[in-house]
Each structure stands twice: as C-alpha cells, then as structure tokens.
C-alpha cells in the first residue's frame, strides 16, 4: 500500500507496485492497442484502491496535524517550544500560515527562534497572496453607455431619403379667438377736406353801372 508522504499529497510506493506502474506506462506509452493480461488488469485495480486510500490517510493526517497545531497556538506561551516544532514541520510540508500564526510569531518575536520562524512565515505569505492574485482571474469591467450615444450613431448612418411631408391646413380661429372687428366691413374712412373747400376764394366786386346808362 503507497505510504502518504508529508502534508502535500505525497506518497512513498514500495518495489512492487513501482513495478506495475511501470507496466501502466509502458503500455499507455505503445501504440498498439494490445489488451493486458487478466493479472496485469487485477493489479491495476489493486494499486488504484491502495491509492485512494492512501489519498484519504493523507487527509486525515493533514487534519490531524493542523488540529495540533491549532491546539498549541491556542496554549501559548506555556507551549512556545512544541508550537515551534509543529509549526516548523508544517512550513516544510508546505503549509502556508494564517493571520493567527503571523500574529502569535510577532507576539513572540523577542525569542529568537520565534523571529527567525516569523521571518521564514512571512516570506511564505507573501509568496501564497502574490500566486493568488496571478491565479485569480480579474474582474470584468462594467461597460457604460452614454447618454445618446446609440442613438447618434444610428443617425450618422445614412439612409433613403424621406419626401417632405405635405403642410396640413391650419384650422380656421375660432370667432372667440378672432380679433376685434375681424369679420366685418369696416365704413370708409372720411376723406380730407382739402385747402380749397376749407377756404373757398373771394368773389371779385362788381362794377357800378354807368350814368349814361341808368338815364336813358
């Protein structure tokens, strides 16, 4: 049965089933699609069983140690040294710390194995949030659209001329909103007496008759 190795997931095989999965390859790796024999396929489902439980006591073991790990975080700092230890061994499995581990390394960082566990711990925070944040895809931005802008565009592209609309008659006013007189003949103005009726000209005196005449 392969042996979980550490806390990343690896695992120890013996002779025996190196032996098969050596076979496993070769095969995968031949063009010919040549069955495998009925023991080759019995050992097959053999190493795969064994390493899924193998991938199962990796996990637990994982759990297990983080636990204990928590367990002396917590007893701190009766527990400085054993918190230590563990907390060494996890960083070299691969574990990546917590705030709550960075924070009880600086509350301890007069000790001198504590600082020097600090400084390694943040390095590998650090390392963790930088591949993070290239793994973590970004955020999509919100498309805005402007006010008209559609719109305008729309207009910007020509199109079949329209024929001028015909003009409607206009409604005739009603009598109410007529102006005053409106509708009705207005009498003629008077004309203007002119120089010649205003003053009439003199009448030139007559002349007397002659005495002759008047006697005979």
Known sequence: ???????????????AELHVLR??????????????????????????????????????LRAFLLDD?????????????????LLQDAL????????????????LRANPVAAAVLERAQGVAERSVRRRLRTTPAPRTRLLALAGGREEARGAEPGPKREPE?????PAPSPEEQPPGHGHP???????????????????????????????
Request: aromatic residues 4%; charged residues 20%; neutral net charge.
């Open 1 to 15: 049965m392969p042996t979980p190795y550490g806390s990343r997931g690896g695992m120890a095989f013996s002779a």
């Open 23 to 60: 076979r496993l390859l070769a095969h995968a790796l031949q063009p010919s699609t040549a069955p495998l024999a009925t023991s080759e396929v019995q050992d097959c489902l053999r190493l795969a069983a064994s390493v899924d439980e193998a991938v199962l006591e990796a996990g637990r």
């Open 69 to 85: 790990l928590a367990r002396y975080r917590d007893a701190l700092p009766g527990s400085l040294s054993g918190y230590l230890e």
């Open 166 to 170: 015909p003009e409607r008659p206009r």
């Open 92 to 107: 070299a499995a691969g574990y990546e710390p917590g705030p709550d581990d960075l924070a009880a390394l600086r509350a």
């Open 186 to 216: 207005e009498p003629p103005a008077r004309p203007v007496p002119t120089p010649g009726e205003v003053f009439p000209p003199r009448r030139k005196p007559t002349p007397p008759p002659a005495a002759g005449r008047a006697v005979g």
